[in-house]
C-alpha cells in the first residue's frame, strides 16, 4: 500500500535477524543490540511477510520469513530512505554480499550464508542423491537446536531454492525412510499458513508438514 515503506529501523530489524539466522526473543535483541521491536514494527513486519513474531511467555520471538530473505537479499535498499553515514554503511555491505561474498561463497542464497551451520553438503559428494541427503540433513540442524526437534517444511525449502520441486520431494520421501526420520502432519491444523500448505509433502494418503530427525 501506498505510504507503507519500511523505515530505516524496521529496515535495522530485517537486517539483524538475517544476521541471527533463527527465532529470537525481544528480549535478547534488547540486550544484544538495544532494539526493542513493538507491535506497530511486529504487526508492519507480519503483514508483508517479512517477519514472523509469536508470544514467548511475557515477550514474543522473532524470525525473519521467506518473503524477508528475499527482501534482504534482493531489495532492501537503506539509501531509499535518506543518505546517513549508517545506511550508506549497511547499502556498501549488502552491494557486497550480493555481488561478491554470495558467490565466492558457493551458497545459492542469504539464507544458506547466514544458516548457523553449513548446509551446502560434502565437497566431494559420492553422488545427487548423497548431495540432496547431506543437505537436507545440515539444514535441519541449522534450524533446530537439539536432535528429534520438529522442522517445518516451509522453512526447511527456503535452503533449497536451486533445486527443483520434484527433486527436494523425492530426496525428502528417501531420508523419510531412513531410522530416527520423521515426517509428520502439523498437530494444531489452525496454524498452518497458505506458505505451509504448498509446502507439505504429500505422503500415504495425507500432507506432511513437519520433519524430525533424531540421533
Avoid at 16 to 38: H, I, K, P, Q, W
Avoid at 46 to 61: I, L
Wanted: charged residues 25%; aromatic residues 6%; glycine residues 8%.
Amino acid at each position: 500500500m501506498a505510504g507503507d515503506e519500511l523505515t530505516p529501523s524496521e529496515n535495522a530489524i530485517l537486517i539483524v535477524l538475517m544476521a541471527e539466522a533463527r527465532e529470537v526473543l525481544n528480549t535478547e535483541l534488547r540486550e544484544t543490540y538495544g532494539l526493542d521491536v513493538r507491535k506497530p514494527a511486529r504487526d508492519k513486519l507480519g503483514r508483508k511477510g517479512y517477519a514472523v513474531s509469536r508470544k514467548s511467555g511475557r515477550t514474543f520471538a522473532l524470525e525473519l520469513g521467506d518473503k524477508g530473505w528475499v527482501h534482504v537479499q534482493e531489495q532492501l535498499n537503506f539509501r531509499s530512505n535518506g543518505a546517513t553515514a549508517q545506511a550508506a554503511a549497511l547499502s556498501a555491505l549488502l552491494t557486497g554480499l550480493r555481488s561478491r561474498v554470495l558467490e565466492r561463497s558457493g551458497c545459492t542464497s542469504f539464507a544458506e550464508l547466514f544458516a548457523r551451520t553449513d548446509v551446502r553438503g560434502l565437497a566431494s559428494p559420492p553422488d545427487q542423491d548423497q548431495v540432496l541427503r547431506t543437505r537436507i540433513v545440515n539444514a535441519y540442524d541449522a534450524l533446530t537446536d537439539e536432535p528429534g526437534g520438529w522442522v517445518s517444511l516451509t522453512r526447511l525449502r527456503r535452503f533449497f531454492g536451486d533445486v527443483p520441486r520434484a527433486g527436494l520431494d523425492e530426496a525428502l520421501r528417501r531420508v523419510s525412510r531412513e531410522p530416527g526420520v520423521t515426517l509428520a502432519p502439523q498437530s494444531n491444523q489452525k496454524v498452518l499458513t497458505d506458505a505451509d500448505h504448498a509446502a507439505a509433502l504429500h505422503i500415504g494418503g495425507q500432507d506432511k508438514h513437519v520433519l524430525s530427525i533424531g540421533v
